[in-house]
């Protein structure tokens, strides 16, 4: 769900396409995730195109805590200053509030076309947050003005293909295929069983099997 502008289906290289294009501070809710009190949110994004005067190539993550609002924390790159990427946290009028700005750490720069992984690991107990860059550790700050956040992105005035979205390792957004396969086993004491169940399915609905379906099979 989006704050505002458009988003799209990159056939060609199976990947979301988020497009602002309006000098906007713009978020992409991922509706389908619920808020959690910790977890390992990751991205596989790049920045297509930059339509600010001075190619900000503003982009990153966005952990909110409540649906709709942009409340929450700001874990993004801008290409206008020294230290490129910075956290910050938003108030619901969407006002900064504050804002850690890395010191003494890798500080990649992130060109147009280029793609990069970006993971952030939060505990809301204790308020850790820590954010990634190609698996080099860019932020570490802690903040409790949370407790529930639900990841999702953020760009701005510009155009993301966004190619993974990845939560605890596991793909999280993706479309799903017409057929579903499920295998069940059990594991004691680190030993996998040798009698395994493994069933394929036709996903049923209307957007995946009306064809099938319509024809009275």
């Known amino acids: 769900e989006l704050s505002s502008g458009t988003n799209g289906w990159d056939a060609s290289v199976q990947a979301l396409v988020l497009i602002s294009s309006t000098a906007n501070r713009t978020y992409y809710e991922l509706t389908s995730l619920p808020f959690f009190n910790n977890f390992d949110f990751e991205l ?24 709709g609002t942009p409340k929450g924390y700001q874990l993004a790159y801008l290409d206008n200053s020294p230290n490129r990427w910075r956290l910050s946290r938003w108030g619901t009028a ?32 204790t308020g850790l947050i820590q954010f990634y860059v190609d698996g080099v550790k860019i932020i570490e700050a802690a903040d409790t003005a949370c407790r529930k956040l639900r990841p999702g992105i953020f760009f701005y005035h510009n155009k993301v293909r966004v190619h993974e979205v990845r939560l605890l390792g596991n793909e999280a957004v993706g479309r ?42």
């Open 44 to 67: 596989d994004l790049e920045v297509q195109e930059d339509y600010s005067s001075s190619s900000l190539r503003h982009f990153g993550m966005w952990l909110a805590d409540s649906a």
């Open 94 to 125: 969407g006002s900064w509030s504050g804002e850690t700005t890395l010191v003494g750490a890798p500080n990649p720069v992130v060109q147009l076309n280029q793609r990069v992984r970006l993971r952030v690991v939060w505990d809301g107990g």
């Open 176 to 217: 799903l295929n017409n057929r579903v396969t499920a295998k069940l086993y059990s594991v004691v004491n680190s030993r996998t069983s040798w009698q395994q169940y493994q069933h394929t399915v036709t996903r049923v609905g209307y957007g995946y099997s009306y064809g099938i379906y319509y024809g009275g099979i």
